[in-house]
C-alpha cells in the first residue's frame, strides 16, 4: 500500500519520528519538504495518527496520472452521496497546478453526473486539519491530496487529520500546569518518545518529571511501567494530580507510576542498577538568557547535565536509548551547542544516512532542532544509546 504523511512544522523530527515507528519495513520517498510517501504494509490510519505527534494528515495515493489527466482522475475518484451534497477540496505539494481551475473542472464534470458540489477552500493554498475536519471532508465529502513526482501527479485522498482539539485539550486543560516554569508541549513528548523506540513492557524513566507531560504521554502511548523524579515536591505534586486527571478522562488506561523525589544527579541512590529501558526527559534548561550570562550558562548546564549522564548510566540497561532535550543558547542568530561529558553514551544519528535531502534540517552535529523565529528558547533533541 502507498500512504502519505503530511509533516508538521518540523519535517526532520516528524520523519525521524516515522522512522522511528515504522522503521526498515517500509520504503521512504519524500515529494515535497513537507510531505512523505511511504510504501508498507496496511495499517490503522486513524490509530497511527494519535500516536504520531508530528504527522498532520495520512492518506492513501489512489492513482498516478498525468497533469492534464488530473481533472478526470478526481471526478472518477470522487465519491458522492445520493442524498447529500458533495464537499471536496484540494491541497498541493510541488507544482501541480491552479488548484481553483481544477476544481472548475472537477465540479463541471460533477454537475454532468447531476452531482451538486462544494469546492472548500481557505486562506492558504493548502487545507489545515481543522479546515478538513470542520468542513466535513472527512465523512460528507474527500480532501484529494496532490503531490508532485517528477513528471507526473500523485493523486491521493486524506484518510485522517491530527487530532487538533484533543492535543490541546490535554495541554491547557489538565489541571496542573507550571507556565512559569515553563512546558514541554505534549506533541514534542511524545515524538521524544517515539523516537525512543519503546516496547510497551519497557520501564520508561523522565527524571526531570515537572508537571509530568512526558510520563502523560507514554501512558497514553501504551507505557505500562512508568517512573518520575524530580528535586521538587511541588513538581511530583503537579505530576500526581495530572496523571490521576489523566486516568479519569482515559479509563482505559492501564499503567503504573512510581514517583520519587530525587536529584537527577544521583539516580543511583533511588533506583537499582541497570533497571531502566528507556529515558525521556527536558531537563533544567537554565536561567534566563542573556548575552554576557550565555558563557557562564553553557559551563554551568555542560556540568550538570554531564553529572546527570553519569548517573543515568548506571540505571540504565545496556543499549538503553535516553532521548533527551539540550537547550540552544541564542546570541543573535549566532546558535550555541552545548557539549556535555558523555562517555558512556554513544549519539544516534536520527534519520538513515540514506536520506541525503533531509541533510539540511539537521544540527551540524546531526541532531534534531525544535524552534520558531521569535522563540526565546531552542531545543536540541538528542538521542543517546548507552555503551
Not at 521512504?28 to 495499517?43: G, P, R, S, W
Not at 475536519?133 to 491521493?156: D, T
Not at 553529572?307 to 550555541?336: E, H, Q, T
Not at 528558547?377 to 555503551?387: G, S
Request: proline fraction near 5%; include cysteine; glycine fraction near 8%.
Amino acid at each position: 500500500m502507498t500512504y502519505f504523511f503530511i509533516l508538521g512544522f518540523h519535517p526532520a523530527l516528524s520523519l525521524a519520528e516515522i522512522y522511528s515507528w515504522l522503521g526498515s519495513r517500509a520504503e521512504y520517498k519524500m515529494a515535497a519538504k513537507d510531505c512523505l510517501v511511504v510504501e508498507t504494509a496496511n495499517f490503522e490510519a486513524a490509530a497511527a495518527i494519535k500516536r504520531l505527534g508530528g504527522t498532520v494528515k495520512i492518506g492513501m495515493i489512489t492513482a498516478t496520472v498525468s497533469l492534464t489527466g488530473l481533472p478526470e482522475a478526481v471526478a472518477t475518484h470522487c465519491r458522492p452521496k445520493a442524498d447529500h451534497k458533495f464537499f471536496f477540496g484540494f491541497s498541493g505539494y510541488g507544482a501541480v497546478g491552479s488548484l481553483k481551475n481544477l476544481a472548475m473542472k472537477v465540479k463541471a464534470a460533477l454537475t454532468a453526473k447531476g452531482v451538486s458540489s462544494r469546492w472548500v477552500t481557505s486562506r492558504e493554498r493548502n487545507l489545515s486539519s481543522a479546515a478538513v475536519e470542520q468542513s466535513g471532508l472527512l465523512n460528507r465529502g474527500q480532501e484529494f491530496v496532490l503531490i508532485k513526482q517528477g513528471g507526473r501527479i500523485l493523486l491521493g485522498e486524506t484518510l485522517v487529520v491530527q487530532p487538533f482539539k484533543e492535543w490541546s485539550w490535554r495541554d491547557y486543560g489538565r489541571p496542573d500546569r507550571d507556565d512559569y516554569a515553563g512546558m514541554l508541549p505534549p506533541k514534542l513528548a511524545l515524538m521524544m518518545i517515539n523516537l525512543s523506540k519503546p516496547h510497551s513492557d519497557n520501564v520508561i524513566l523522565d527524571p526531570f518529571c515537572g508537571s509530568g507531560t512526558v510520563l502523560s504521554e507514554a501512558a497514553l502511548w501504551g507505557g505500562q511501567r512508568l517512573i518520575g523524579g524530580d528535586i521538587s515536591l511541588a513538581a511530583l505534586d503537579q505530576t500526581k494530580h495530572n496523571l490521576a486527571w489523566l486516568k479519569s478522562k482515559y479509563q482505559n488506561l492501564d499503567f503504573r507510576c512510581r514517583l520519587v523525589q530525587c536529584d537527577a544527579r544521583k539516580l543511583f541512590e533511588v533506583l537499582e542498577p541497570s533497571s531502566v529501558d528507556r529515558l525521556v526527559t527536558e531537563p533544567y534548561l537554565g536561567p534566563a538568557r542573556g548575552p554576557r550570562l550565555l558563557a557562564k550558562i553553557n559551563r554551568d548546564l555542560g556540568v550538570l547535565y554531564g553529572d546527570f549522564l553519569a548517573a543515568a548510566a548506571r540505571v540504565m540497561k545496556a543499549d538503553g536509548r535516553l532521548v533527551m532535550v539540550w537547550p540552544i543558547l541564542l546570541n543573535g542568530a549566532k546558535k550555541i551547542w552545548l557539549k556535555p561529558n558523555h562517555p558512556d553514551w554513544v549519539m544516534a544519528n536520527p534519520l538513515p544516512t540514506t536520506w541525503q535531502e533531509i541533510k539540511p534540517q539537521l544540527s551540524p552535529r546531526q541532531t534534531l532542532v525544535y524552534g520558531r523565529a521569535g522563540q526565546k528558547v531552542w531545543r536540541e533533541i538528542v538521542i543517546l544509546i548507552k555503551k
